[in-house]
């Protein structure tokens, strides 16, 4: 076999392309199924007042070493088996796994169908199938590319991809939490209220303007916690540092937004490490906290720490606010430290938790140092 068709081949298989009679792929990409048992209603749930759910992104293929399209992530598969054996030794506890949230970048090329197929689809499914719990997932830049505008054409078939996927667990369009035409979404459980947010189009006023109206339409005193989960963390330390116009828009637009609603936390990806920041603030009600968490384990190539990013004019705009910053986890600058991992997150009444979870029977990767972290102030 010469040099050439062997590389053609390979491109087929990359993809997608069937070459043989009878084996053309999936045109589209296959809906992860629900879970068996309904997730409940935000009335079925609205006396629930502890529980965890797990989070973490950036499971993607590398362009040096891909293996989406061609076979199962591996090590997305092996994080997932560790999640279910999270899962099920919380299910007798006060603090159950409810669902799972995951920060975006899902395959290499979201474009292209047979990476969801072959090679993300079947390793998730093994969470709303064996553990019957849902799976929530926002986009990332991998997924339906970096355009900043929802109307660019460069984001169709990717977006395409993403909603297929999500088509049985995200909220249904027409839907009072879920912005029409968008992969943007919220939902609550007992007292924490979850929104979605695709920040590749952080400038997109539309979805601005939606977020606005979920947070100023909560009942606080239902939702106790607000958590925000996107791909783009406002503040990293790796490889993207230096903000990007979709960081920077989430600086600029949703940060101030989220100080006025009170989030809880702000739960990211992009870069691939683990590190933790707090914001601190006050207003007329007095000084308040938000944690930054950015959890980007899920099985890309891992980064590491190149300084700390520029946020000079971030502070300056918060001066009345009296915006403050504490880089409390910091990823390692030897990028093989930074090892695939996912948090645990626990809910007990308006108090969080957080627990760093790495991959094998014996989690040795602590960033805290500890087990578990107190998201609160002494």
Known sequence: ??????????????????????????ATVRAIPAPATPFPSEAQSVAVTRFSFLAYGDTRGDVRTNVDGFGLQPIHGELVATMLAAIKRTQSSDYPVRFVLQSGDAVFDGTVVNQWNASFIDVVSRITKEA?????????????????????????????????????????EGSPRRLSGYPTFAFGYGNTFVIGIDSNISPDDTQFNWV??????????????????????????????VAEPA??????????????????????????????WVEHYTDAGGTHRMDLIVSAGGGAPAYAYSGEPDTTAYLAAGASENVQLDHIVKPSRIAAENKPHFVLIRVDGNKLSVEVVGLGATNDYKPYGKDVYDLRDP
Do not use: W
Not at 212 to 241: D, M, W
Not at 249 to 258: D, T
């Open 247 to 276: 960081t920077a828009s989430v600086r600029s637009r949703y940060m101030p937004l989220f100080r006025a609603h009170h989030v809880a936390a702000v739960l990211g990806g992009h870069d691939h490490e683990f590190e933790h």
């Open 1 to 26: 076999m010469t040099v050439r068709l062997i590389a053609v081949l390979l491109l087929c298989l990359y993809l997608g392309i069937g070459i043989a009679p009878g084996q053309q792929p999936a």
């Open 132 to 172: 019957n719990i849902p799976y929530y997932l926002i986009p990332g830049n991998h997924d339906v590319t970096a355009a900043l505008s929802v109307d660019s054409p460069l984001r169709n078939a990717g977006l395409k991809n993403y909603l297929d996927a999500m088509a049985e667990l995200i909220p249904p």
């Open 212 to 241: 606005k109206s979920q947070l100023e339409g909560l009942n606080r005193s239902r939702f106790a916690n607000v958590i925000v989960f996107l791909h783009h963390g406002p503040f990293t330390s790796a490889l993207h540092r």
